[in-house]
């Protein structure tokens, strides 16, 4: 398995320009998270989707950042316009995991790369 | 709400010496455990987790962890460090509760540093 891959590796923009992050899960994981990560805060998770919908986006800072995630194997988050203080690292982990109501799954979460996003 | 403590920001050791990495949680059930490092420039990886069963858990890269459910620690351990362990180490802890099935909650990381 290829793994989760993300995209852009690197993303250099100038303030007030819209900028997309790429994620592609891991085929068969049902839930995907976007993470990020900076010296000052650490690692905070800004949404999380199971089974294509999002089910917590109170990490989300505000209205500038947006997430999708249309089918299961691909989803992005969108900042519009960016700031110099999204200047972070921009982790994707996927994971298979049942909700309750179902077979209750618990698993590890896997990892991407990550994007180094810089606004200037 | 739940938490993970990290106590260490900042660990240094020798070449060959031992390491231990303690993890401290808040939560009133039995929770999932993990521990996690990154690399400098990578993603995270997990070295090991623990759900339930022995609580002495062998990891990848000959780390291990002892979930202590009197002390509500999951220490990590390794006897013999290589300078290749040099690197970020995040405790995670996984929520058990309805609405947020799945989530990790990440300790603020240790940072391990390797000298000869």
């Known amino acids: 398995d290829a793994g989760v891959i993300q995209s852009p590796r690197h993303e250099v923009t100038e303030m007030g320009q819209e900028v997309t992050l790429r994620c592609k899960p891991i085929?068969?994981?049902?839930?995907l998270f976007w993470y990020r990560q900076t010296m000052m805060r650490g690692l905070e998770l800004l949404i999380y989707f199971n089974n294509n919908v999002p089910i917590d986006d109170s990490g989300m800072p505000e209205d500038r950042f947006s997430a999708k995630m249309p089918n299961a194997s691909f989803s992005t988050l969108k900042i519009q316009p960016s700031e110099p203080r999204d200047s972070a690292v921009y982790f994707c982990a996927s994971s298979l995991v049942g909700l309750a109501g179902g077979p209750l799954l618990y698993n590890e979460q896997f990892f991407g790369p990550g994007t180094r996003l810089t606004v200037l | 709400a739940q938490s993970v403590t990290q106590p260490d920001i900042h660990i240094t050791v020798s070449e060959g010496a031992s390491l231990e990495l303690r993890c401290n949680y808040s939560y009133g059930a039995t929770p999932y455990l993990f521990w996690y490092v990154q690399s400098p420039g990578q993603g995270l990886q997990l070295l090991l987790k623990y759900f339930s069963g022995d609580t002495l858990v062998q990891g990848i890269k000959g780390f291990e962890a002892e979930f202590k459910r009197s002390q509500s620690s999951f220490n990590l351990r390794k006897p013999s460090v290589h300078w290749s362990d040099a690197a970020e180490y995040f405790c995670a802890v996984g929520s058990l509760t309805t609405d947020s099935w799945g989530k990790l909650q990440f300790g603020a990381g240790t940072q391990v540093v390797v000298t000869p």
């Open positions: 085929s068969g994981h049902n839930s």
